[in-house]
């Protein structure tokens, strides 16, 4: 049995327009993997539109919720939380890594390393 019947028609606007907006972002993001060419562009897109989409998300159902139980659930809050703080570690790991890897091997069109000036060590 679903208890969404009792969710006032407002919320159920405002919940349904978060749930839309939150996907259609998601989606957007994933499609990015497809259609950028190179992987330094691949990690931007979809790790911006992703988190924003997953809250998004998380916000419809925090109002859901909310509303329908007359408190706030902290799960996606926490969810929310860990999204924002891991994605941009997760996505600098990435970055640094195929960077690194790229200079390792002398790949083209990888900016290279600045030597020091002499005195700035």
Do not use: N
């Not at 405002?14 to 939150?22: A, K, P, Q």
């Not at 790790?47 to 998300?57: C, D, E, H, M, P």
């Not at 916000?59 to 408190?71: G, N, P």
């Not at 659930?73 to 997760?90: A, C, D, K, N």
């Amino acid at each position: 049995m679903s208890h969404l019947t009792d969710l006032p028609p407002w919320a159920a606007l405002l919940v349904c327009g978060l749930m839309l907006v939150g996907a259609a972002t998601t989606l957007i993001g994933s499609l990015g993997l497809l259609r950028l060419p190179d992987f330094y562009a691949r990690l931007h897109a979809p790790t911006i539109a992703t988190s924003g989409g997953t809250i998004l998300l998380c916000l419809a159902s925090i109002l859901c919720f909310a509303v329908l139980q007359s408190r706030w659930v902290f799960h996606e809050v926490l969810i929310i939380f860990f999204v924002t703080v891991t994605t941009p570690v997760t996505l600098m790991l990435l970055g640094q890594a195929t960077l690194y890897r790229d200079r390792f091997e002398e790949q083209q069109g990888v900016p290279r390393k600045q030597k020091p000036a002499p005195g700035e060590e």
